[in-house]
């Protein structure tokens, strides 16, 4: 089959530990857009990590990010749409969680920035925090896209485990970290739900789609592509959900894929 639109996760996918995504995969994504078909950079990043992809890879097509909760023109970087997480939904959460797990920390992902508790300790680089304080302040002001969770003890898929158990299907909750980060979107936002709905506007079917990942917040958006790869590597919940595989993004496995599917060429 020759796929009339690409969706790809963006760190651990086409984005190698080192943070650049190899000129042999640039010019893939070109040559598939050139070719009239659109790619979609689908992610669990904030729109605010977007801007070195975006300049990469020319400022060009739609991203979807926060796991499904915005989409966010890469041309003129700006967000187009967001499904967010409830003040009510998120809090009582929150509260849910923390009385079966008193040492998370928590923090918001908004549309203007980032605040997380004082008992929450970022990994990354996540910028100056617009507030740090208790989650009642916390959640409160733009929109909510995505609530984060940290256990500092509690592996990733034993906290996600846990927190399933615990939230049932208030809301979404999946991770894509090595450490204990629950990544938690409204009920019925994914990876997955967000394509669909791209994809429908766009009068493409889930068969004409191949979509690439590597983590368990891809999994909604891998098995509702015709066509999924797992890249080498991948979170083992990935590589038994999905049969198909492309090699790692260090050896530029989306874009050998594509070139493949696409008769590209080298």
């Known amino acids: 089959m020759t796929p009339k639109m690409v969706a790809t996760d963006l760190d651990g996918t086409i984005v190698p530990p080192n943070g650049r995504i190899s000129d042999r995969t640039v010019r893939a994504l070109h040559r598939v857009g050139a070719l009239g078909v659109p790619v979609v950079f689908v992610t669990g990043r904030p729109p605010r990590w977007m801007a070195d992809v975006a300049e990469r890879t020319g400022h060009t097509g739609l991203a979807i990010c926060a796991n499904g909760a915005v989409l966010y023109d890469l041309h003129e970087e700006r967000v187009v749409r967001h499904f967010p997480l409830a003040a009510e939904v998120g809090l009582r959460m929150a509260h849910l969680l923390r009385e079966a797990y008193p040492d998370l920390g928590f923090a918001v992902e908004n549309l203007d920035g980032f605040a997380h508790e004082p008992s929450y300790h970022p990994r990354w680089d996540v910028g100056e925090a617009s507030l740090i304080a208790p989650i009642e302040e916390i959640y409160g002001g733009a929109p909510v896209v995505k609530l984060l ?43 997955g739900a967000t394509l669909a709905l791209v994809a429908a506007e766009w009068g493409i079917d889930a068969a004409d789609v191949v979509a690439f990942g590597d983590m368990p917040n891809d999994l909604p958006m891998l098995a509702w592509a015709g066509h999924g790869y797992a890249v080498e590597g991948a979170h083992p919940d990935v590589l038994a959900a999905v049969p198909a595989r492309a090699p790692s993004a260090a050896d530029d496995g989306v874009a050998r894929v594509l070139e493949e599917l696409f008769g590209l060429g080298g």
């Open 149 to 191: 969770a940290r256990h500092e003890e509690l592996g990733p898929d034993e906290l996600l485990s846990a927190a399933r158990a615990v939230v049932g299907d208030l809301a979404e909750l999946t991770h894509s970290s090595t450490s204990g980060l629950l990544e938690i979107s409204a009920s019925g936002v994914s990876k």
